[in-house]
Nanobody, 124 residues
Framework: QVQLVESGGGLVQAGGSLRLSCAAS????????MGWFRQAPGKEREFLAA????????LYADSVKGRFTISTDNAKNTVYLQMNSLKAEDTAVYYC?????????????????WGQGTQVTVSS
């Protein structure tokens, strides 16, 4: 079965950087798209970025374009989210998701598989 394990969260000062990792297993189809979402307290889960394993094609939310970068290491079956110029409003739990058929990359409902999440706290 599909398993996703996030890591790399923590406390960082505003303007700093973090790199999140998502180690994936059980992904047997090249159609998979991997996405990063976040959820702040009292808010809905928000799409950030997605990447297709087979082609490296990416999609970003406008709110993080230019600050966040999604990438993969296919040899390690790992997806990364490099986050730069962090702001207090980036504070949230960050989740990695797997979208099996690669449809509607920004929609949470298209991702049946999720990791447990990793907390990112940005102090101002």
């Amino acid at each position: 079965q599909v398993q996703l394990v996030e890591s790399g969260g923590g406390l960082v000062q505003a303007g700093g950087s973090l790199r999140l990792s998502c180690a994936a297993s059980g992904l047997t189809f090249s159609t998979y798209v991997m996405g990063w979402f976040r959820q702040a307290p009292g808010k809905e889960r928000e799409f950030l970025a997605a990447i297709k394993w087979s082609t490296g094609s990416t999609l970003y939310a406008d709110s993080v374009k230019g600050r966040f970068t999604i990438s993969t290491d296919n040899a390690k079956n790992t997806v990364y989210l490099q986050m730069n110029s962090l702001k207090a409003e980036d504070t949230a739990v960050y989740y990695c998701g797997a979208n099996r058929w690669g449809r509607r990359w920004s929609l949470e409902s298209e991702y049946p598989y999720w990791g447990q999440g990793t907390q990112v706290t940005v102090s101002s």
